[in-house]
T-cell receptor
Framework: KNEVEQSPQNLTAQEGEFITINCSYS?????LHWLQQHPGGGIVSLFM???GKKKHGRLIATINIQEKHSSLHITASHPRDSAVYIC??????????FGDGTTLTVKP | DTAVSQTPKYLVTQMGNDKSIKCEQN?????MYWYKQDSKKFLKIMFS???????INETVPNRFSPKSPDKAHLNLHINSLELGDSAVYFC????????????FGEGSWLTVV
């Protein structure tokens, strides 16, 4: 079982919809990252969280350390948000572990 | 200016060959990484270097050897390439060993035939 589980695996939405991607982990962590990988393959770090909530434009990321859970929200989704979103954690032992990714498709 | 640059971007080579992928970052970061993304798009960390010293070495065959001549460079050498080494290899960097934003290179697509 992966130490980092993401859901859903695939997500299709209509433009304008509010989107939530979830990430649960089973180990103690020092940080959690949300990454975005576009169809061209490039990876961009969206957020780094160790507690609370962060917002950047239409993207919001939250983390609950006690529940070992993080969510990535996209408001007013747009086709250009179509990408694979990956949750990654840095464990207290310094190891990096990745979720399997959530493939998001936003239709116009 | 590209923050984390990798070369080559595409590499096709025969089994048994030895190849290298170079990585450079101009962000002044002290930590660099190599990740492998397989055909199923699953990312895994391979190595992490902090101030030119190896701090993470996941279960990776000895055929893979990272070399960090200075803090701005982390090159990946692969000996005796095998078909299963075909993947996308991402270099990345961050400041500090934990808890900071990681900046990724654009990836190097390696195909072993």
């Amino acid at each position: 079982k992966n130490e980092v589980e993401q859901s859903p695996q695939n997500l299709t939405a209509q433009e304008g919809e509010f989107i939530t991607i979830n990430c649960s982990y089973s180990v103690g962590i020092s940080a959690l990252h949300w990454l975005q990988q576009h169809p061209g393959g490039g990876i961009v770090s969206l957020f780094m969280l160790s507690s609370g909530k962060k917002k950047h434009g239409r993207l919001i990321a939250t983390i609950n350390i006690q529940e070992k859970h993080s969510s990535l929200h996209i408001t007013a989704s747009h086709p250009r948000d179509s990408a694979v979103y990956i949750c990654a954690v840095r464990t207290n032992a310094g190891k990096s572990t990745f979720g399997d990714g959530t493939t998001l498709t936003v239709k116009p | 200016d590209t923050a984390v640059s990798q070369t080559p971007k595409y590499l096709v080579t025969q089994m048994g060959n030895d190849k290298s992928i170079k990585c450079e970052q101009n962000l002044g970061h002290d930590t660099m990484y190599w990740y492998k993304q397989d055909s199923k798009k699953f990312l895994k960390i391979m190595f992490s270097y902090n101030n030119k010293e190896l701090i993470i070495n996941e279960t990776v065959p000895n055929r893979f050897s990272p070399k960090s001549p200075d803090k701005a460079h982390l090159n990946l050498h692969i000996n005796s390439l095998e078909l299963g080494d075909s993947a996308v290899y991402f270099c990345a960097s961050s400041q500090g060993r934990t808890g900071n934003t990681i900046y990724f290179g654009e990836g190097s697509w390696l195909t072993v035939v």
